[in-house]
């Protein structure tokens, strides 16, 4: 079946460090990847909508100068925070479908544990 | 606002009872409706419906929809202690979003 990696799994780091996160589609082509931010005990929340070779449409409240999200290759979408801040610790889940997975499960990567100290 | 409401929110039982998971949904816009497991990691995909009344099974895990009433079931049969986990369901927009309810943490105890 369809395989999502995500890189890395965990990371830890001070106030002020931008971190960047890896979504990559293992043997399908992604046209599409998803950014999504899950806060202790709470659901998956949808940051961002990643278009292969286009900018990303951010939901409504998602600073986009602050979370970036490059979707330069239909393998690979990446998330930078840009300063992070202790609020911005959480767990973020990328997620992945191909050309014509419109109404298709989209496939999820095991997430990055962010946290910031 | 487009909403998914799960309950109930966290549910305790033995191993071998059955339970069931709740989920409704807005209407707008709606394409169909999916469940996952998350344990400790990402979501994995159980089920995804689109019709209306047509049961879908794996294993012990079961769902329906009801198109006319907005909502949708899971159903475990003889619970295990590794059905503990956060149950999710989603629905899938118009412009093929996820919209994700809050879950419901379910316990099996042994």
């Known amino acids: 079946g369809a395989v999502v990696s995500q890189h890395p799994s965990r990371v830890i780091c001070k106030s002020g460090t931008s971190v960047k996160i890896e979504c990559r589609s293992l043997?399908?082509?992604?046209?599409?990847m998803f950014w999504y931010r899950q806060f202790p005990k709470k659901s998956l929340m949808l940051m961002a909508t990643?278009?292969?070779?286009?900018?990303?449409?951010?939901e409504q409240g998602v600073e986009k100068d602050k979370f970036l999200i490059n979707h330069a290759s239909l393998t690979l979408s990446t998330l930078t925070v840009t300063s992070a801040h202790p609020e911005d610790s959480s767990f973020y889940i990328c997620?992945?479908?191909?050309?014509?997975?419109?109404?298709?499960?989209?496939?999820f990567g095991d997430g990055t544990r962010l946290s910031i100290l | 606002e487009d909403k998914v409401v799960q309950s109930p929110l966290s549910l305790v039982v033995h191993e071998g009872d059955t339970v069931t998971l709740n989920c409704s949904y807005e209407?707008?816009?709606?394409?169909?409706l999916l469940w996952y497991k998350q344990e400790k990691k990402a979501p994995t995909f159980l089920f995804m419906l689109?019709?209306?009344?047509i049961e879908k099974k794996s294993g012990r895990l079961s769902s329906i929809l009801d198109k006319k009433e907005l909502f949708s079931i899971l159903n475990i049969t003889a619970t295990q202690t590794g059905d503990s986990a956060v149950y999710l369901c989603?629905?899938?927009?118009?412009?093929?979003?996820?919209?994700f309810g809050t879950g419901t943490r379910l316990k099996v105890l042994a």
């Open positions: 990643s278009n292969e070779g286009s900018k990303a449409t951010y």
């Open positions: 989603a629905k899938i927009s118009g412009t093929y979003k996820y919209i």
């Open positions: 997620s992945a479908r191909g050309r014509d997975g419109g109404n298709q499960p989209q496939h």
């Open positions: 209407v707008t816009n709606f394409r169909s």
């Open positions: 043997d399908f082509q992604a046209t599409t």
């Open positions: 689109t019709s209306s009344g």
